[in-house]
């Protein structure tokens, strides 16, 4: 609309990671290049991602309206890459275990917040037409941010051999889960046709009870009984 | 650190073509934003004829849309449906400094009602000729249109509101439209030519020394909107007629047996809305170079508006004498009229040259004036007529089969009138191979109405004018396009460019709304920023709650 609400969307969508960044203690381990490593870890697995897909799953135009749920389902499959990407992030990084994951999860975020929502936001924010949609792409990127992080923390909580093995499939079923969360998504907006607002909700309320899982579990292991940081 | 950095530099080093494929495709995908609402709009005309200004001066619309009855209208943008739109309530809109105006029709102006139609022919008069700066675009319309209409109406703008603290909500929810308009800029035509296209058939004998019979039909349509105006009575029937008696008579000339002691002279002549400007051109010139075309002319045959009703009206400024060629013809009209079945009612209509009006009424009265035998023949009894120059001529206002019947008539008193014999044994002279071909009119006449012939959007080397001297061609001799401009130092008449435009709908809130939006980031800023300080109050509740029963446990 105007270059002020540019400036708007830009603040919702940015400065909690900045807060993220300063109140998680990553700041005090001089942990900025290891998340920038961790974001260029993310470009290459979009990449590779994006070759496997355009070589397995070529483009059709049909464009019809309904869902093709089976080609959606391979699709998000591809997506299991990010783990792998995630993983290799967390045991190349060194350090103490909740920074590694929160290394990762930040750098990840922060990485597919500059790819995916700086030109639409530099685009359409400051045309003339108002579209909420800015907004609620610019809180959504918030949600991302929880969602990537909590993701970290499973893949880190699954590498582990201390943890629980009760635990197990609650990690391996949430890791599944934030996988094919875009395609729960398109199912949830065809099936029960949701507004944006109240998809935007939904996403939230998920992506929360998994972080509060994964944060629980994560309290739950022993070393972390011991010798917490906080 | 330094060497992080230099790790960091080596990745993206290594990986940069990589990250360069990777960025390209990204930008592709998201470059296109959702366009706004566009549709086309259609100008209000805009001309000078005579010293005298019609439409308006300005054309930019670049503003707030408002619906009628919305309080303040400054440098507003207003949109209203037809109907809404009274010649007191635009004179009130002028006084009020409105920015513009855009007047919804109907995608088929057809659909109108009776009533509705009067309504539009008499604003099309009055909005030409009111004096404003408002400019005025009328917006067919489409569905879109309609919900946006319908959301100008149902917005809660500031304007309305009762108190201060209403309005101040107002501004916060309003949803308002910015009507933008696109296009290439208004200017004035100087030096826009008239085409007008004339042709001929040579009678039989020394080409000179024969009468000449002139058949005359303006081309151009005119209505309030020039991109609108299709003018398929007014005057896409004449040129149909028209084109219908150069093809038949071009066969009988070239038999030698129906080879006539008279030459046909046929004008399609441009301007015709504008007091007849391509005639009056075209008169001049054929007086001072090529004499031997009025001298010994029988009579000038005028069409206008020949494709509906019952009646046939011959419009004279003088009565023709008895005896002399227009009589004659009179008489054979009146004849045939009467023989058809049902019966065509014929009137002959006597009206004086009004030389006090700057608007000359018919168009033969430029030949009178010059001392000529001329009338014009149309169903309408008036040229003042609003059919003859509203939007609301479409092919609907067109029966084929009346042109053809008309066609039938006309043809057959020319030939009675050429050939010298009566009325009764000519129509066997138009028979089957020979007759008047309502697929071939048809034809003609849709081609006509495809696009809005106004003078101003037609140029010489615009495809109507093309088309129609081929079309000319093929049937007469001497085709020629003569171009007329107007004079540089006093000029007749000015046209201004542009016709249709497109708008834009952009949905837009008040400036107030972004602060409204500022202050609730901020506060949810805050409040992120208060929970990340207070995570490990977070952190050891749940831990407690884990530990709790693992304690119980090792107890």
């Known amino acids: 609309m105007t270059f002020f609400h540019f400036g708007n969307c830009v603040a919702l969508a940015y400065i909690p990671y900045a807060i993220v960044y300063k109140c998680s203690g990553l700041s005090e381990y001089n942990a900025f290049w290891k998340c920038v490593k961790a974001g260029g870890a993310y470009l290459f697995t979009q990449l590779c991602k994006m070759m496997v897909l355009a070589t397995f799953f070529p483009a059709t135009d049909s464009g019809g309206d309904g869902l093709d749920v089976t080609g959606e389902f391979l699709k998000c499959t591809v997506d299991l890459a990010d783990l792998v990407g995630l993983h290799l992030i967390m045991t190349r990084i060194a350090g103490k275990s909740q920074l590694k994951f929160m290394v990762a999860g930040m750098g990840w975020a922060t990485s597919e917040l500059i790819m995916t929502r700086v030109i639409p936001l530099w685009v359409g924010a400051r045309g003339v037409e108002f579209d909420w949609k800015y907004i609620q792409m610019s809180f959504d990127s918030n949600v991302s941010l929880i969602h990537h992080i909590s993701t970290a923390m499973l893949v880190w909580l699954y590498s582990r051999n201390d943890l629980n093995k009760s635990m197990l499939p609650v990690v391996t079923s949430l890791l599944l889960l934030g996988c094919y969360r875009p395609l729960i998504v398109e199912i949830l907006i065809h099936a029960v046709g949701l507004g944006s607002w109240m998809l935007l909700l939904a996403k939230t309320l998920f992506t929360l009870c998994v972080g509060l899982v994964t944060l629980q579990m994560y309290l739950r292991i022993p070393a972390q009984l011991q010798n917490s940081y906080y | ?555």
């Open chain 2, 1 to 555: 650190m330094f060497e992080e950095v230099s790790e960091v530099m080596e990745m993206f080093r290594n990986a940069f073509p990589l990250s360069f494929l990777f960025f390209i495709p990204i930008l592709i995908a998201l470059t296109p934003v959702g366009a706004a609402n566009e549709f086309s709009v259609y100008k209000m005309q805009r001309y000078d004829l005579q010293g005298t200004s019609f439409g308006s001066k300005n054309f930019l619309i670049n503003m707030e849309a408002r619906p009628v009855g919305s309080s303040s209208m400054t440098r507003r943008c207003i949109v209203a449906r037809l109907e809404e739109v009274t010649l007191s309530g635009y004179r009130d809109w002028v006084s009020q400094n409105a920015g513009g105006l855009v007047i919804l029709i109907p995608e088929n102006i057809q659909q109108l009602s009776e009533k509705e139609k009067k309504h539009l022919q008499n604003l099309e008069e009055d909005l030409l000729v009111e004096e404003s700066g408002i400019p005025v675009y009328f917006a067919p319309e489409t569905e879109e249109l309609a919900e946006i209409y319908e959301s100008i109406k149902n917005g809660a703008s500031g304007d309305q509101a009762a108190t201060a603290w209403q309005a101040f909500l107002g501004a916060a929810t309003a949803n308002g439209f910015q009507m933008v308009m696109t296009g290439p800029a208004e200017k004035p035509l100087t030096d826009f030519p008239i085409a007008s296209i004339q042709g001929r058939l040579s009678g039989s004998g020394i080409e000179e020394q024969l009468p000449s019979i002139v058949i005359v039909a303006h081309y151009d349509s005119f209505g309030v909107a020039p991109g609108l105006a299709q003018g398929a009575d007014s005057n896409g029937s004449g040129v149909v007629v028209l084109m219908e008696l150069a093809r038949l008579f071009s066969k009988l000339f070239t038999n030698s047996r129906t080879h006539a002691k008279y030459n046909l002279v046929f004008l399609l002549s441009g301007g015709g809305k504008f007091n007849y400007q391509g005639t009056k051109r075209w008169i001049e010139d054929n007086l001072e170079l090529d004499a031997n075309v009025f001298t010994d002319a029988a009579f000038v045959l005028c069409l206008d508006s020949l494709g509906a009703d019952q009646t046939l009206n011959l419009h004279v400024s003088k009565p023709p004498k008895e005896g002399s060629a227009g009589a004659e013809f009179l008489k054979n009209l009146e004849e045939l009229a009467k023989s058809r079945s049902p019966a065509v009612k014929f009137n002959m209509v006597h009206k004086k040259i009004n030389l006090a009006d700057e608007m000359l009424a018919w168009e033969h009265e430029r030949f009178s004036i010059k001392r000529l035998q001329a009338f014009t023949l149309s169903h309408l009894d008036s040229h003042k007529s609003p059919l003859r120059s509203s939007i609301l001529d479409t092919k609907e206002n067109v029966n084929v089969e009346v042109l053809n019947r008309n066609v039938g008539i006309i043809a057959e008193s020319l030939a009675a009138f050429i050939y010298n014999t009566s009325t009764t044994s000519v129509s066997q002279l138009f028979s089957q191979s020979l007759g008047p071909q309502a697929s071939i009119e048809s034809a003609m006449l849709n081609y006509l109405i495809q696009e809005s012939r106004c003078a101003q959007l037609v140029a010489p080397e615009h495809s109507l004018i093309t088309t129609l001297q081929d079309t000319m061609s093929r049937y007469l001799k001497d085709v020629k396009i003569s171009t007329h401009k107007a004079d540089k130092r006093d000029p007749e008449f000015l046209f201004y460019s542009g016709s249709q435009y497109t708008m834009n709908a952009y949905n837009v809130k008040p400036a107030v709304f972004d602060l409204f939006l500022a202050a609730a980031i901020a506060a949810y800023l805050v409040m992120i920023w208060f929970l990340s300080q207070n995570m490990n109050v977070l952190f050891s509740t749940i831990k407690k709650y884990v530990q709790s029963p693992q304690k119980v446990k090792s107890q």
